[in-house]
Structures are given as structure tokens and as C-alpha cells.
């Protein structure tokens, strides 16, 4: 009997434990979500949780606001066509979005291609220095950035790179390049070995392997390996500050957003807003794709 | 093959060993200044604060990560709601750092005593009795405490599942075993789950602390490294874009480069036991 009492308890407290963790690591986000749909009025005054009451007094302003980078109050035009160009052209948060995408696809695909043809070689083709060139990889896994900034940024001031997309698509991909071909390499590797003698023995070339056979089975670690890279330089902010210098046309999100919060008064009310905008990307991917995510970061848990 | 070589040798390579060479130079590399840069990075009283504070991140940083996303796995592994509640906790890891810092901004917002609080911290320090707000980001006693808070909630989720995937991999005849012995949950987690799990969590603490030897972004939006909470990432980035002296950057990037050493070595021997076991 009091066995059945102790064990009930213990379980009651696991419960509660669980739950007050789940409360600390929701509410932070909950109440910017709040804060993000309250007047600038309110949200300098009062604390979120004081709006959560009927009736609701909740206005989508700081959206429209932040993403055109000019208030409501200065509009002359508020129809939606105009809107929607001050969003594309403005120097808001709409062309840090653009600019976010614009830096993160190209540097998601350009890193594949690379990667599973190097990988493809490191796991299925024999050349000298192969083993040593693995260890070399695995090796770089875990060098800091910080070791390449300098001659990077003379390099790329030389040829003036600095303050372009391809610079900065260019060095994502090479700062993303060894756990991709750590990761790549590890799966191709574990592709059955039959599958590749018995269709060179039909007269298939490399290429045509890797093309039609190893690619279409590795779709699934692709696709963890193209979520990796696309939160990480989304979310980057080192890399953009370095490569990309002050310049606002070319700003990624994380920049725009760090500078709103180093510029601090005018526009506080608005922090909430952007820095949702920024997280809309990475939520809807992880409600959709959460099992290629979790499966990238079990699959190489070392990136550097 | 060709391409990927090219990226390694011209953006890992060959700056690996140009920093190093940059940071036996003076401040526009231009002579040899042989180890003048070491020598401030070791003397200098904001460097010196940097390294203490990247200390104290290292280790309450990583025990903490570590130790809550084990207890976090262990406990969610009883319960049925197990994937929503991981689901919840592992989802900073999705957002920017950048995104982080204002979310904590916000919960770390500060009015004096008397004023409503706007932030949820200093509202619940206000409603109990015998507390007062807190300054947490200007208040030198605490501030680098609650930006070490901020880094644990992003990257717990991150620990949680690698270690949970380790936790479901032990055989659970043997914790039947244990629980038929009489043996209390309690001991069991510490006398069979944590040996067990042994090279999982070495794994990952290996990684919380490449992490943390780097942290960056949360110090520059948050606080940039003001008020006593200077990190060596952000030092290294002041030192190359306010003062120019590249010699001084690239010998901080030297140290991060050594720091990182013994976790290469971990990971080539962990790498070279893998390709003989298979």
C-alpha cells in the first residue's frame, strides 16, 4: 500500500518536473509572440502577460512596420500594392528576408554538389592519399572560424569579394564542407557493396552510378544535411558581419535585427515583430522536418 | 573531388596557417613583432576578463547542458507525452541566436522597483516577497550569469536528444533486471545509465565545449561584451573591426585553435576506432 503511494508520488513529481521545464522553455518565446502583436504604447508599459485578457487589444502594425522599415504614421500611400513595394524595396525587413534566402539557398546547394561528389570519392574510389585526406577532414570538423577570418577578408577584399552574395555564398559552403563530407561519406559507406560491383560489372560508369543509383538512395541523409546547412546560415550572424561589412542593401536578418538592437529607443517596439519574422523559416521547418533534422544531428554530432 | 579540395585548401587551409604566421606581426602586418600579441592576449586586463569569463561559460555552460538534457531524457523516457514535451525544448535549436537574445531581452527587462515590471523575470521577482528586480544584463554580479541562461535554453534541446537516442539504446532487459533487484531509480540512473552512456555524453560535452570556446553572437547583440562580460569570440571581432590590429585578432584565434586540439584528437581516435571496428 504504501509502495503504491510512494510510486504514485515520484510519478506525480516526474510529471511536474517535466511540465515546469516544458513552462520555462515556452514562455520566453510565448510572450514575444504577445509582445509582438501589442501597440507600441503597450508594450513600453506593460507587460505582456497584462494583454492576455478579452477584450484583446492585439493590431498586426509592427508587422507591416518592420518589414517596410518606415512607420504608419510617415505612410502617404497605405494601400496594399504600396505596401507591398516598400517591402521589396524598402530598407526593412522585407529585403533582409529576401536577403536571408538569397544568401541561404545558394549556399545549401552549392554545398551538396560539392560535398556528396567528394564524399562519393573519399567512400567508393581509390586514389592515393585518400585515408589521409579523410583524417584531414575530420581534423577541420572542429577548427574555429575565427582561424580563417583575416586572410579571408584580405583575400576578398583583393578581389573584391567582401560585401558580395558569391563571397559569402562561397565561404558558407567551405566552412560547411567537412561535416558534410563526414556525414555524406559515413552514409555512402554504408551503402551495400553488391549494389556497386554488380552494376560496374554491367558496364556502368562512376558518374552513372552516382547519378542513379547512390544519389536517389541517399535522399533522406541529403535532405537532413541541406536542413543543417540552411538553419545554420540562416540563423549565421559572424559570417555575414565579417564578409558582408556594414552594408545595408545586402543585410541578412540576424544582422538587420542585431543592429535594431544596438540602435535601441525609436524603434524597441518593433524587436518583437522582427525577430519573429526571422524565426518563421526555421519553425516551420522544424514542424515539418523534425526527424531529418534529428537524424543530421545524431548522424555528426561535431560541427565546428 | 577537385572542387572540394579547392574549398579546404584556399578557405581552411591556407588561412589556418596565415593567421598563425599574422600573429607573430604588428598591428598592420607589417614587422615581426615576435610574441607581443601572446603576450598581451595574456596580460591585457580586458583579455584577462575575457578568458575568466570564457571559463565560467565552459563550465557552467557545458555541466549544465549536459547534466539537464540527461535528467531531461531519463525523466521524458516515463512519460507518454515524451515527443511533444522534447519537441518543446529541443525547438530553440531551430532559431538564431540573434532571435534568442531579443526573446531574452525581453525576459530579462529591467524598470526600477516601484514602476510596473515590463519584463517576466522582474515581475516575478516583484510579486515575491523580499525580492527586488534585478538589472540582470547591467548588474555585474548576475549579467553573465543570465547570458550563460541564455545559451543553456538554446542548447540543452541539443544534448537532450543525442543523449535520449544514447538512453533507448541500452538494453532494457538490464534495467528490468535492476528494478526486480530492489535497485531505486536514483540508482539506477547513476550506477547503470551514466556508465553506460559514458562515451555519449563525453561526445557530446566534447561538443558544448567547441560550442562554448567560441560563443559569439548571444555576447555581441546581447550586452557586446560591456559591463564585465566580455567572451574571447567578441574580443577577437572588436580587436580586428574597432582597432585594426590584425596581429593582436589572429593570436586570439591562435589560442581558440589550441583550445580545440585535444577535442581533434578526440575525434580522429573516436574516427580511427570506428574504421577498424567496421
Known amino acids: 500500500m504504501t509502495e503504491k503511494v510512494v510510486r504514485g508520488l515520484s510519478r506525480s513529481l516526474v510529471h511536474m518536473v517535466i511540465i515546469s521545464i516544458c513552462l520555462v522553455w515556452t514562455l520566453p518565446s510565448f510572450g514575444l509572440l504577445v509582445n509582438s502583436f501589442r501597440s507600441r504604447r503597450d508594450t513600453v508599459a506593460t507587460g505582456w502577460w497584462t494583454s492576455l485578457k478579452t477584450p484583446f487589444e492585439l493590431t498586426v502594425e509592427n508587422y507591416v512596420d518592420v518589414l517596410t522599415g518606415q512607420s504608419q504614421h510617415d505612410r502617404k500611400k497605405a494601400d496594399a500594392p504600396s505596401i507591398l513595394r516598400d517591402m521589396i524595396t524598402g530598407h526593412g525587413m522585407g529585403r533582409a528576408f529576401l536577403n536571408s534566402l538569397i544568401i541561404s539557398v545558394p549556399s545549401t546547394f552549392i554545398l551538396i554538389m560539392v560535398a556528396a561528389c567528394a564524399a562519393y570519392a573519399l567512400a567508393w574510389m581509390r586514389f592515393p592519399g585518400r585515408d589521409l585526406l579523410f583524417i584531414l577532414v575530420v581534423a577541420l570538423l572542429v577548427v574555429p572560424l575565427q582561424m580563417t577570418l583575416i586572410p579571408i577578408l584580405r583575400l576578398y577584399n583583393r578581389l573584391q569579394l567582401a560585401g558580395t552574395f558569391l563571397g559569402v555564398w562561397l565561404a558558407h559552403t567551405a566552412y560547411g564542407l567537412p561535416y558534410a563530407i563526414y556525414l555524406l561519406r559515413n552514409f555512402f559507406m554504408a551503402l551495400p557493396r553488391g549494389l556497386f560491383e554488380s552494376a560496374s560489372l554491367d558496364g556502368a560508369s562512376p558518374f552513372l552510378i552516382f547519378y542513379r543509383i547512390v544519389i536517389p538512395l541517399s535522399i533522406p541523409s541529403i535532405a537532413s544535411l541541406a536542413i543543417f546547412q540552411f538553419l545554420w546560415v540562416w540563423n549565421d550572424l559572424l559570417v555575414a558581419l565579417i564578409y558582408l561589412g556594414g552594408t545595408r542593401d545586402v543585410a541578412p536578418l540576424t544582422m538587420h535585427i542585431s543592429s535594431m538592437m544596438s540602435s535601441l529607443g525609436e524603434n524597441w517596439h518593433l524587436l518583437p515583430a522582427g525577430a519573429f519574422i526571422s524565426m518563421v523559416l526555421p519553425l516551420i521547418i522544424f514542424a515539418t522536418l523534425q526527424p531529418y533534422f534529428v537524424r543530421g544531428i545524431l548522424a555528426g554530432s561535431a560541427k565546428g | ?278
Open chain 2, 1 to 278: 573531388m577537385g572542387s572540394a579540395l579547392f574549398f579546404l585548401t584556399v578557405y581552411l587551409i591556407y588561412p589556418i596557417l596565415n593567421t598563425a604566421y599574422i600573429s607573430f606581426l604588428g598591428k598592420g602586418s607589417k614587422e615581426f613583432t615576435g610574441l607581443s600579441n601572446y603576450w598581451y592576449v595574456f596580460t591585457n586586463a580586458d583579455m584577462l576578463a575575457a578568458l575568466k569569463n570564457n571559463l565560467l561559460w565552459l563550465v557552467l555552460f557545458t555541466s549544465i547542458t549536459v547534466g539537464l538534457g540527461l535528467v531531461i531524457a531519463f525523466l521524458t523516457d516515463r512519460v507518454r507525452y515524451e515527443a511533444g514535451a522534447k519537441a518543446l525544448i529541443f525547438l530553440p535549436m531551430a532559431i538564431s541566436f540573434v532571435a534568442a537574445s531579443v526573446i531574452w531581452r525581453f525576459m530579462f527587462e529591467f524598470r526600477p522597483a516601484g514602476v510596473p515590471q515590463i519584463g517576466l523575470l522582474n515581475a516575478a521577482m516583484d510579486s515575491l516577497p523580499g525580492l527586488e528586480p534585478v538589472a540582470w544584463l547591467v548588474n555585474p554580479r548576475v549579467n553573465n550569469f543570465a547570458l550563460i541562461g541564455v545559451g543553456i535554453w538554446v542548447w540543452t534541446g541539443f544534448c537532450m536528444v543525442i543523449l535520449s537516442a544514447g538512453l533507448k539504446g541500452i538494453p532494457i532487459g538490464i534495467l528490468e533486471a535492476a528494478r526486480i533487484d530492489g535497485a531505486s531509480e536514483w540508482r539506477i540512473f547513476w550506477n547503470i545509465i551514466v556508465p553506460m552512456m559514458r562515451n555519449t555524453i563525453l561526445v557530446v560535452a566534447t561538443t558544448m565545449v567547441i560550442i562554448v570556446l567560441k560563443v559569439f553572437d548571444i555576447v555581441y547583440v546581447m550586452t557586446n561584451g560591456n559591463l564585465g562580460t566580455e567572451v574571447i569570440a567578441n574580443r577577437m571581432y572588436k580587436e580586428m573591426f574597432n582597432y585594426h590590429h590584425f596581429g593582436r585578432a589572429s593570436a586570439i584565434a591562435v589560442i581558440l585553435l589550441l583550445a580545440v586540439i585535444p577535442a581533434i584528437v578526440f575525434n580522429l581516435r573516436r574516427f580511427r576506432a570506428q574504421e577498424t571496428m567496421q
